[in-house]
């Protein structure tokens, strides 16, 4: 045991003294990710507001047959400009991307208008182009809602109420709470703190074997009077101690940047006080020994530090994955998921955020199974070690 | 005192080390004299207890390194070839690493630092982070690393290997002087000199066997030519021949 606290101490404070580690812990980590997400984010946000705000752009063909619908279009604030060449100008005007939508009226709009019946008109679109897909619902619901009160006015002429053609009315009520409609948009956030706090022992892993080899200090360390599973937990110890604290100040940092986002102009807020900061923290820090313990096995097996580095920088994407999946098919948070690590602390913390009841049993299961895999990659580390070809 | 008994070790069909006994008494230098991969190293490692043996023991003091490592290695210091230091530590803090891992603590500990600093000639080098040493400073504090619990049984492996004139000089004259403290030396070297030079005993190795031994007058008393060389060459022609 204090063989083990010897090595700790000696590792943490070696490292401390390594610019790479103390830049990719405690610096990059910690203040990089929050950043960029927080600029990913006021970017997103910004974009989304100038969509909705934008007036609403319109090429038309053959205008003058209907002015009565380019009136109307026009009192709704659209934007309505002639293209020439008709239907296959319009044609042309969308494919070149030289309009993101063309309207093409038929020149026997106002004969078939004036004798009530249907009435065609084409809305050229580019659905490969996804940016349009707004600018086309906005575009069918205003030219809708015209046919809509052509309609009404036809019944009333006959006498009828425009209700009988409306059987059931759709009142749409969304009940997302603020909480929840920004964790939809904060499903990276856990992203980026995995991914951070692994970062954080990345260097300390390769250092403390690879690195150990590569100087030819690891003998000489093999030939002390001291248990080979000292050794290994205290190495392991040490990456859990630079990944603890950079997973500390990932937390600080994106409670702090994330005030700078303004959430609440969209009707979103997101809870990242210092309760929930701590929970996050609490539930993060199972995930810590697991990490390190997994970086410092995979950097056993390898031969010199510049290998280790590709190796681990490949590995250290591999616990994010099941966050993407999570985040792909909007896996929602359940017990029989718990087991999983990375991503029941992901469904944890977003449960977290967004201020759902979290069960002691989820957190428990969470807890323990990801204890119970970090235990055992590090008694597999340590088997390692207790090998003769430990030394290459 | 280190003590070789039939040790043996193959790694695949290759026979590394091959019914290999030899006593290494205290208050002597013996010397494990050999071309590069003869074998001398693979010993060492046998006895310092990183690799196991295939057949044969180790022993350091009478206790088995395979079945007793803690305790025989307690008993010993080791200077591996061409060992490597912590750089962002300074020479101290590498010493007081070992010294700690040793089960040594607080102001003993520093003082033994010092009294090696003082025996090794470290001086100024010792609060300074080593990264950036030379071989020699290098080798002197890979030394008193090895030196700090005061082991009374040495195994150095090619301790001379890349160091000038002076530091070579300043090798010899500390093993000889731990030599005549008592303490039991266990070292290998490729040059014949450096062996000549140092050693009380000196066992020829070629191929994992022992193919000659004897003292330095002795070895050089059964050559043709009368000189250790002779010996030495004459050895090993006589253990390379199938």
Same mark, same amino acid.
């Given at each position: ?6 090595? @700790? ?20 980590? $910690?203040?990089?990710?929050? /950043? ?30 209907? $002015? ?15 293209? !020439? ?39 050229? +679109?580019?659905?490969?182009? =996804?940016?349009?897909? *707004? ?42 709470? !603020?909480?929840?409609?920004? +964790? *939809? ?24 074997? *690879?690195? #150990?080899? #590569?100087?030819?200090?690891?003998? $000489? ?7 080979? +599973? ?10 859990? =101690?630079?990944?603890? %604290? ?39 820090? $199972?995930?810590? %020994?697991?990490? *390190? ?21 490949? /590995? ?20 029989? @998921? ?31 199974? =990801?204890?119970?895999?970090?235990? @055992? ?16 | ?119 090794l000639e470290l001086g100024p080098l010792l609060a300074r982070r080593t990264k950036g040493f030379s071989q020699g400073e290098r080798v002197k504090v890979s030394l008193a690393r090895a030196l700090v619990h005061e082991p009374r049984n040495l195994v150095l492996d090619e301790p001379t290997s890349g160091l000038d004139v002076l530091a070579t000089r300043n090798v010899r004259e500390l093993v000889r002087r731990l030599r005549d403290a008592g303490h039991c030396i266990l070292f290998t070297s490729h040059v014949m000199q450096e062996v000549a030079a140092l050693c009380d005993d000196i066992a020829i190795v070629a191929r994992g066997r022992i193919v000659a031994r004897g003292t330095p007058a002795e070895l050089a008393a059964t050559a043709p030519g009368g000189s250790l060389e002779d010996a030495f060459v004459a050895a ?7």
């Open positions: 045991m204090r063989a083990l606290l010897t090595v @700790l101490r000696k590792e943490v404070l070696e490292n401390l003294r390594d610019r790479r580690t103390v830049l990719s812990a405690l610096v990059l980590g $910690p203040l990089g990710a929050p /950043l960029l997400f927080a600029v990913m984010m006021n970017v997103t946000l910004e974009r989304n507001r100038e969509h909705d705000e934008r007036p609403l752009e319109l090429a038309m063909a053959g205008r003058a047959v209907a $002015p009565n619908l380019v009136a109307y279009l026009e009192g709704e604030g659209v934007s309505v400009r002639t293209i !020439p060449g008709g239907a296959a100008g319009a044609a042309a005007a969308v494919r070149e991307h030289r309009v993101r939508l063309a309207l093409v009226i038929p020149d026997d709009y106002a004969e078939r208008i004036a004798a009530g019946e249907p009435a065609r008109v084409l809305l050229y +679109t580019d659905s490969s182009d =996804t940016s349009t897909g *707004a600018d086309r619902g906005r575009a069918e619901g205003l030219i809708g809602a015209y046919a809509a009160r052509i309609a009404s006015w036809r019944l009333a002429a006959r006498g009828l109420s425009p209700a009988v053609v409306q059987p059931i009315a759709v009142d749409e009520i969304d009940v997302s709470t !603020p909480a929840a409609r920004a +964790t *939809a948009l904060f499903g990276m956030l856990s992203y980026f703190i995995v991914f951070a706090t692994l970062m954080g022992g990345l260097y300390i892993a390769i250092d403390a074997t *690879a690195g #150990e080899r #590569e100087r030819g200090s690891l003998e $000489p360390l093999l030939t002390l009077p001291v248990a080979r +599973t000292s050794l290994v937990y205290g190495k392991i110890l040490a990456a859990c =101690t630079y990944m603890a %604290l950079s997973l500390a100040l990932t937390i600080t940092t994106f409670a702090i940047s994330l005030r700078f986002v303004h959430l609440d102009q969209f009707g979103m807020q997101l809870d990242l006080g210092l309760g929930t900061a701590a929970s996050i923290y609490g539930v993060m820090l $199972p995930f810590v %020994l697991l990490g *390190a313990a997994l970086l410092t096995l995979v950097a056993s097996f390898t031969r010199s530090y510049r290998e280790a580095q590709s190796w681990l920088g490949g /590995l250290v994407l591999v616990p994010t994955m099941p966050i993407l999946f999570a985040s792909i098919y909007q896996l929602a948070p359940r017990i029989g @998921l718990m087991w999983i690590p990375s991503l029941s602390q992901h469904l944890l913390i977003q449960s977290l955020l967004r201020g759902d009841p979290v069960g002691v049993g989820a957190v428990a299961l969470s807890a323990g199974s =990801t204890l119970a895999f970090g235990m @055992l990659l590090a008694a597999a580390a340590a088997r390692l070690y207790g090998r003769e070809r430990i030394l290459g | 005192m280190i003590r070789l008994d039939s040790l043996e070790k193959r790694f695949g069909d290759v026979v590394a080390v091959d019914d290999i006994s030899l006593d290494a008494p205290d208050g002597r230098v013996t010397g494990l004299l050999g071309p590069n991969g003869a074998g001398k190293s693979t010993t060492l490692r046998l006895v310092y207890g990183v690799q196991r043996p295939d057949g044969g023991r180790a022993l350091v003091d009478g206790i088995d390194v395979a079945s007793d490592r803690q305790r025989a290695l307690a008993r010993l210091g080791v200077l591996p070839h061409n060992a490597g230091l912590y750089p962002h530590l300074s020479a101290r803090e590498n010493i007081r690493y070992y010294g700690e891992l040793q089960g040594l603590r607080g102001v003993a500990l520093e003082r033994r630092i010092d009294v090696l600093a003082e025996l090993l022609s006589a253990g390379a021949a199938p």
